[in-house]
C-alpha cells in the first residue's frame, strides 16, 4: 500500500543554518505530495505541495522537488529561522479517495 | 465560523468508557476527514465523509470506533469502551469538495487520554 517515511527528529539547528527533511514515499500510481507543518499549540497547516514530477513546491523559504526516480520529496531551507521550529509532516494523497496518508513527522529546533 | 472548529480540546476519560468528539467543518464544505495522530504513529486516516455518506471507513482502528455527519455540516466520532492505546489527538479537516486534497483546512484537534 501507499506509505510515507520520513527522517526521525529531532532536528536541531542553529539560526541560519541550512535545513533538509528527508521525505520518501511507496505508493501505485502517480500521487500528489505535500509537507504540512504543525506548529506549537496551532492546527495542521499546508506548507507546500507538488502534483508531478519534477515540480517543485515553494513557499515561505521552504523548497521540495517531486523526485520520481527516487520517490523522494525532501523539505529544504538555505537559512532557517526561530519561529520556523515546529513539527513538519510529509504526505502524499490516494488519488481514489484524496485521503492524506503521512510521514510520522520530524520536530524541527531552531536556536538563535 | 473562519475555521474547522473541535470540541472538546481536551477530555480525560477512564479505560471503558465511551466518547464523543465532534468536529464543526467550514461553512459549505462537502468533505470532512478524521484522522488521528498518535505518539510514535503519526498521524493515520480514519475515515471520509462526502455530505451524510462515508464512502471510506478503511482507516477506523476497530469496531468500537464509528462516526456519523448530520445535515452534511457536524461530525460526530465515537469511540466506545475506550482502550489506552486510543490516547491520541483526533484531528478533523474539512474541504470544499473531494479532488482537491491540499484544500484540506484542519482543525485544532482533540487531546484524548485515556487512563
Known amino acids: 500500500g501507499n506509505s510515507v517515511t520520513q527522517m526521525e527528529g529531532p532536528v536541531t539547528l542553529s539560526e541560519e543554518a541550512f535545513l533538509t527533511i528527508n521525505c520518501t514515499y511507496t505508493?501505485?500510481?502517480?500521487?500528489?505530495l505535500f509537507w504540512y507543518v504543525q506548529y506549537p499549540g496551532e492546527g495542521l497547516q499546508l506548507l507546500l505541495k507538488?502534483?508531478?514530477?519534477?515540480d517543485k513546491g515553494s513557499n515561505k523559504g521552504f523548497e521540495a522537488t517531486y523526485r520520481k526516480e527516487t520517490t523522494s520529496f525532501h523539505l529544504e531551507k538555505g537559512s532557517v529561522q526561530v519561529s520556523d521550529s515546529a513539527v513538519y509532516f510529509c504526505a502524499l494523497s490516494d488519488r481514489s479517495t484524496d485521503k492524506l496518508i503521512f510521514g510520522t513527522g520530524t520536530r524541527l529546533q531552531v536556536f538563535p | 465560523g473562519a475555521g474547522v472548529s473541535q470540541s472538546p480540546s481536551n477530555k480525560v476519560t477512564e479505560k471503558g468508557k465511551d466518547v464523543e468528539l465532534r468536529c464543526d467543518p467550514i461553512?459549505?464544505?462537502?468533505?470532512l476527514y478524521w484522522y488521528r495522530q498518535s505518539l510514535g504513529q503519526g498521524l493515520e486516516f480514519l475515515i471520509y465523509f462526502q455530505g451524510n455518506s462515508a464512502p471510506d471507513k478503511s482507516g477506523l482502528p476497530s469496531d468500537r470506533f464509528s462516526a456519523e455527519r448530520t445535515g452534511g455540516s457536524v461530525s460526530t466520532l465515537t469511540i466506545q469502551r475506550t482502550q489506552q492505546e486510543d490516547s491520541a489527538v483526533y484531528l478533523c479537516?474539512?474541504?470544499?469538495?473531494?479532488?482537491?486534497?491540499?484544500?484540506?483546512?484542519f482543525g485544532p484537534g482533540t487531546r484524548l487520554l485515556v487512563l
Open positions: 461553512s459549505g464544505h462537502t468533505a
Open positions: 479537516a474539512s474541504s470544499e469538495n473531494r479532488g482537491a486534497p491540499e484544500t484540506q483546512y
Open positions: 507538488a502534483t508531478k514530477a519534477d
Open positions: 505508493a501505485t500510481g502517480y500521487p500528489s
